[in-house]
């Protein structure tokens, strides 16, 4: 697989009247080509601040960004931290398009959907308004909406919110880019639409060879659609592996937390098992490990790390691992017994 996008050590901090927020601390992951890589984690754990840092959407004026963002535009690598503005518009939705998590509040409410649509491929493609409009039926077709012509030239509030979303989907396809960001694509969605989403999503995917990172809090989702993790915490990638790796071999306290929360159908009255206290305050952030205040698991620890030393992304290989003090066997043993008794 070819690899499609390579983030090395990226920070965003943003100034607020109450001290620096930092928001994204040290992140890096790959995307390959034909695959869902998906970033999960609580609100504000970091994962839009990432994704929004890929399309160069933060203001510099706001947002201190370091690290680099190497995404390909067809072939040739480029650093969006390093970009200009104009070269940053030139390769968002061509090289690189996003689905945003509500689309009626990215579809405009007084134009056409064809209008918009074919707005989106004008950006790159200029002067060609009958190439553009046969272009968003053309895709309205492609994403599974029956009678494209006629639903061109109607109003977002015309189409149900399924349908809303198919319609973004269309657009951020509208220029065929190698690497597409879906940041919660399903969240407003009722079950049975999800699942038609992330189908389209997915047969999309193949059809076009492109690489999706996959914006979500919901573990349901990324079992269905995501060939790899990276769970985030406070800023931070605190575990990344394989689905198989996260589900069934979670290293990180954290990973476990979230899995251990997931609502099952029982025939017990077993309480569900959140995650006790809240995430860190990203503007004075805990000295050692940021999951540490509500970690059940510090005294296995063999030394104080956890409350005074950041722990380093360590662990079984190149493609499995995470940020813990307590020893690795440790947390192998201890954590497989607690996954045997999730899945029992």
């Known amino acids: 697989m070819s690899e499609l996008l390579r983030i090395q050590d990226l920070k965003v901090s943003f100034k607020t009247e109450d001290g620096l927020v930092h928001a994204v601390d ?3 992951l790959t995307l390959n080509a034909g695959e869902t890589v998906a970033i999960v984690g609580e609100s504000g754990s970091g994962k839009t601040v990432t994704s ?4 160069g959407l933060h203001k510099k004026g706001q947002a201190q960004i370091s690290g680099s963002i190497s995404l390909s535009d067809h072939g040739t690598f480029k650093d969006v931290v390093s970009l200009k503005d104009d070269e940053i518009r030139d390769i968002r939705g ?3 398009s996003m689905i945003f998590q509500d689309p009626m509040s990215s579809l405009h409410p007084y134009y056409k959907i064809g209008n918009q649509l074919a707005e989106a491929y004008l950006v790159h493609n200029r002067g060609k ?5 046969a272009r968003a039926i053309e895709m309205l077709d492609l994403v599974g909406i029956p009678e494209p012509a006629k639903r ?3 109003f977002p509030h ?4 399924g349908m809303r979303q198919r319609v973004m989907i269309a657009m951020a396809l509208m220029n065929e880019p190698q690497i597409l960001i879906a940041d919660e694509p399903t969240t407003a969605l009722d079950v049975t639409v999800q699942a038609q989403i992330l189908e389209l999503i997915s047969k999309l995917k193949k059809e076009f060879n492109m690489g999706i990172l996959l914006i979500t809090h919901d573990l349901g989702v990324v079992a269905q659609v995501a060939d790899r993790v990276n769970v985030m915490y406070a800023g931070r990638i605190v575990e990344e592996g394989s689905v198989d790796d996260i589900f069934y071999s979670p290293l990180a306290p954290y990973t476990l937390g979230l899995l251990k929360s997931v609502p099952r159908i029982t025939t017990t009255n077993e309480r569900l098992k959140a995650i006790p206290g809240q995430p860190p305050s990203l503007i004075n952030m805990p000295v050692g490990c940021a999951f540490s205040p509500r970690c059940e698991y510090t005294q296995l620890s063999s030394e104080p790390g956890c409350k005074s ?3 380093e992304l360590i662990g079984l290989s190149e493609t499995h691992r995470s940020r813990c ?6 947390r192998q043993d201890l954590f497989a017994k607690e996954i045997k008794e999730l899945h029992s």
């Open 26 to 28: 040290g992140v890096s």
């Open 52 to 55: 929004l840092s890929i399309m």
């Open 94 to 96: 061509r090289a690189v």
């Open 129 to 133: 308004k009958k190439e553009a409009m």
């Open 152 to 154: 061109a030239v109607e």
């Open 158 to 161: 015309q189409f149900s919110g």
């Open 309 to 311: 030393t950041k722990p």
């Open 325 to 330: 003090h307590i020893p690795q066997k440790i």
